[in-house]
């Protein structure tokens, strides 16, 4: 399969690229900011795998030229099975103290990094393609809502609708499109999100399911918004 995965160097996006590069078949393109890390998780899948395919790609989602992105994916995959948006961040600021800056910052990394994705790589595209968003249990309509995560759940929220609307507008094309609504898994974001607070699900472990929704369920779902939580948060 050719997978991207966009938030590939660290915690469930660097898990679930791990997870997929068990399997020598696979081509991942991983997409984060950080060369780094990058460097890291190749030489840890090579680690494990040393004939995987990983394919680290140092991308602004939001900023950078996909001019140049898409021509390289369509060289080195030709066509992409799965896209999983995951690249996203927090900000975790009591809402008298949110500026109008903070709340843009969350809708440009956790909906508009991800319509920009969906857009340029849909030509790449086909009838059993399958994207994944990576959405938030704080943006899940009737969940538990905390303070300080208003702009950062409220983006979610956008994510989570954009889902719902593609889904309908791809139907002829025979590409499904669902997102999985996370809760908490030990990972840096949520001691951002909820410092101290140690969650029963490691990231590994979202990781594995992450990567395993991809590759099946839109054989099962398709514009579904999933809730994929045991604790609350």
Known sequence: MNIVLTGASSGIGFEAALEFTL???NKVVCIARSADKLRKLLEIAKGINPDCTLLPVEFDIINDDYAALVPFLKERLGTVDILINNAGALINKPFL???????NQMFQSN???????IQNLL???HNGSHIVNIGSMGGFQGSVKFPGLAAYSSSKGALHTLTECLAFELADTGI???CLALGSAQTEMLEQAFP????PVMAFEMGKYVADF???GHKFFNGKIIPVAV???
């Open 231 to 233: 604790t609350t948060p």
């Open 123 to 125: 030509p790449l595209m």
């Open 196 to 199: 101290g607070y140690q969650s």
């Open 214 to 216: 991809a590759r099946t």
């Open 97 to 103: 103290e949110l500026s109008a800056e903070d709340l």
């Open 176 to 178: 499904k499109i669902n």
């Open 23 to 25: 399997q020598t078949e």
């Open 111 to 117: 909906v508009t990094g991800h319509f920009n994705m």
